[in-house]
């Protein structure tokens, strides 16, 4: 079992920026591939961005690519997104997710573990 807790949302002006974090527990961080999906209000789930679990490996939206930059750190357990030139469209709820194995993927239905969720809200 793996829990995973997501913090750093909140209500940002557009352009401005946002450092997601995504703190995981319960099984061996290092092996695990990770990921970030959004839903927006009244969608469904999207993918934002993943890393592979040595960090060697990343991929991003193209919605988001060089606005959004995933990374990871190992040795804390720990996740980022971190998130600049927000727009009104990046308003979400935004989840951490983990698979059971070290390569990424970019499909929620591929992603074992979910977090919580936390709330990014970009004002105009």
């Known amino acids: 079992q793996v829990q995973l807790v997501e913090s750093g949302g909140g209500l940002v002006q557009a352009g401005g920026s946002l450092r997601l974090s995504c703190a995981a527990s319960g099984r061996t961080f290092s092996t695990s591939a990770m990921g970030w999906f959004r839903q927006p209000p009244g969608k469904d789930r999207e993918f934002v961005a993943a890393i592979s679990a040595s960090g060697g490996y990343t991929s991003n939206a193209d919605s988001v690519k060089g606005r959004f930059t995933i990374s990871r750190d190992n040795a804390k357990n720990t996740v980022l997104l971190q998130i600049d030139s927000l727009k009104p469209e990046d308003t979400a709820v935004y989840y951490c997710?983990?698979?059971?194995?070290?390569?990424?993927?970019?499909?929620?239905?591929?992603?074992?573990?979910w977090g919580q969720g936390t709330q990014v809200t970009v004002s105009s």
């Open positions: 997710a983990a698979r059971k194995v070290a390569m990424s993927a970019l499909v929620v239905k591929d992603y074992d573990y």
